[in-house]
């Protein structure tokens, strides 16, 4: 087996990552039309013996293939469906790229890293899928229970299971063995300093001890910001870890209920919780501290969060089917969207891009909203296919023509990746929102602002 990192590209290269997107879509053509030469040529090799000079033919190549992808998106039609939200009604274009089988069970998270795709699913297996064509690598795994979330930093996985462990793997270069676990937390020598003190202890159940460095529960998710690690828990508390030794450093009483969600960023961490409520930690000195509270509805839980713009907004996901968003900062917060996005309970979210917001549900379909002024959201369409609820999704964060990857994994045992427009998006003096089609026209669409009532008509051609 060839080692999955040639020496002639880097690993983490954009022009990597851009060559495997623009290759998936040629062999998952995406329209009938004839096809375009040199989009459907084999690159050309080349030795040089300067790596500069061959990076930068290498992008010219890339940039020509980039033009003529845009150029037979811009020629193709489309499956287009229409939203059935009430307010707003939209259109987005798709296409189904890829259907993936071979988890056992219903697929649990997702994560990019580099060339690969990771799946996990109700198993302890995590399965790796090597891009362009994403046919079937290897897979890993170790431990008690399924896994449940994934992180990806640098060469570096960390995958939270439901033996209440996180597991380290590191990207090896031997293809023999490309994921190799090379730790476990809490870490052997994390339990050697704690265990002989009584004060490490805490009572989690009824006349049942662990160390504070333990969770009592599965872990949910997981959240990797600034060299630290962030854990949270269905037994209700956050955990900071150390990324360069893999110490647990604090242990927080977060949430009235289980821990569903984490993200970091700027220095703050958001965690979505079963109590229905979304919390804001800041870390002062050695420890952090609550910076906010984001209350969802009564009787609600809160099944994921993401965070865009620096900070500025935050929306939340809930088991009612509602997408909840609330711009501010460290002091104040208010809500500025709060509307049905679903007929069911919202699973999970995603950005794609700065204004591109993806949710999916239990519903079976997964839904695109733009962000407009002030923070409302404006519904793009649905794209549908799975045939069980929809628990997670992984947006691509490179450009193919004028859309973008969506990948997909459902309760359906399937992973699924979808190319979704992203075509942009004008708001007329009228209220009425624009869509810039590939051949110039301009189609109006009605919008709305995610609370039911017209798009504020600032944002205009």
């Not at 979808?418 to 669409?445: A, C, M, P, T, Y």
Request: hydrophobic residues 35%.
């Amino acid at each position: 087996m060839a080692p999955p990192f040639p020496p002639s590209i880097p690993f983490s290269s954009p022009i990597t990552h851009r060559r495997m997107a623009l290759s998936l879509c040629n062999q998952h053509p995406l329209s009938d039309s004839p096809k375009t030469p040199l989009l459907h040529s084999p690159l050309k090799k080349r030795q040089q013996k300067h790596s500069s000079e061959e990076e930068e033919e290498e992008e010219d190549e890339e940039e020509h293939l980039e033009i003529s992808l845009a150029k037979s998106l811009s020629t193709t039609h489309f499956k287009i469906t229409p939203s059935r939200n009430p307010s707003p009604e939209a259109s987005v274009s798709y296409r189904s790229i890829a259907v993936i089988s071979g988890h056992m069970g219903s697929v649990s998270c997702l994560a990019l890293c580099g060339e690969f795709l990771l799946s996990a699913s109700q198993g302890k297996d995590i399965r790796v899928w090597q891009q362009p064509d994403l046919r079937h690598f290897t897979r890993f795994g170790h431990g008690d229970g399924a896994v449940k979330a994934l992180v990806t930093v640098g060469t570096r996985i960390f995958t939270a299971h439901q033996d209440s462990r996180i597991r380290v793997w590191k990207i090896s270069r031997d293809p023999e063995n490309v994921f190799k676990l090379i730790a476990t937390m809490p870490t052997p020598k994390d339990y050697l300093s704690k265990f002989m003190k009584q004060s490490n202890y805490v009572q989690s159940r009824r006349n049942h001890k662990h160390l504070w460095i333990e969770h009592a529960d599965s872990i949910s998710c997981l959240a990797v910001s600034q060299g630290l690690i962030y854990s949270g828990s269905w037994d209700k508390t956050l955990k900071v870890w150390k990324s360069s030794d893999l110490r647990c450093i604090e242990s927080i009483r977060a949430h009235d209920d289980a821990i569903n969600g984490l993200v970091a960023h700027g220095g703050l961490v958001y965690s979505a919780s079963a109590d229905g409520k979304i919390k804001v930690w800041g870390k002062k000195g050695k420890a952090h501290s609550l910076c906010g509270v984001l209350q969802g509805h009564k009787e609600m839980s809160m099944n994921a969060v993401v965070v865009c713009e620096q900070g500025k907004w935050v929306y939340g996901g809930g088991s009612d089917g509602n997408v909840m968003g609330w711009e501010g900062g460290l002091d104040e917060w208010n809500l500025v969207c709060d509307f049905r996005a679903h007929s069911v309970a919202v699973l999970c979210l995603c950005l794609a891009g700065g204004e591109i917001l993806c949710s999916g549900s239990a519903d079976r379909s997964i839904r695109i909203w733009r962000r407009g002024f002030g923070g409302g959201l404006c519904s793009v369409g649905v794209v549908r296919g799975h045939e069980g609820p929809v628990r997670c999704l992984q947006a691509s964060s490179l450009k193919v023509g004028q859309g973008f990857l969506l990948y997909s994994g459902s309760l359906d045992k399937s992973l699924r990746v979808w190319w979704v427009s992203k075509e942009q998006h004008f708001l007329s003096r009228s209220g009425v929102l624009g869509e810039q089609r590939g051949d110039g026209e301009l189609k109006f669409i009605r919008a709305g602002n995610g609370l039911g009532g017209p798009v504020d008509p600032i944002l205009k051609k």
